[in-house]
Nanobody, 115 residues
């Protein structure tokens, strides 16, 4: 059974930083498509960043240069370092893993950036 659990969300001021983590069980982050998405109130869920099975990394334009994705295969975790946070980064952040035709989502973690 695949389970993804996000952590690290919270309240931060504009310009601050947060680090999100996604812990996986039943699946690894190696050799799969995985990444972070977010959904702000009243908006559709959108891609933040993802890496492909061949480790190509794609960032959304809105976060490029401020956010960084990483993974720790030994701990089976994927992280998202978020710097220079803006109010528009406020959203619920989800990690997602795709293995073949199936996709798995975490429950999400709230990030709130206050001005």
């Amino acid at each position: 059974q695949v389970q993804l659990v996000e952590s690290g969300g919270g309240l931060v001021q504009t310009g601050g930083s947060l680090r999100l983590s996604c812990a996986a069980s039943g699946i690894t982050f190696s050799g799969v498509v995985a990444g972070w998405y977010r959904q702000a109130p009243g908006k559709q869920r959108e891609l933040v960043v993802m890496f492909s099975a061949s480790d190509y990394i794609h960032y959304a334009d809105s976060v490029r240069g401020r956010f960084a994705i990483s993974r720790d295969n030994a701990k089976n975790t994927m992280s998202l370092q978020m710097n220079s946070l803006k109010s528009e980064d406020t959203a619920v952040y989800y990690c997602k893993v795709m293995r073949g035709p199936r996709e798995y989502w975490g429950q999400g973690t709230q990030v709130t950036v206050s001005s």
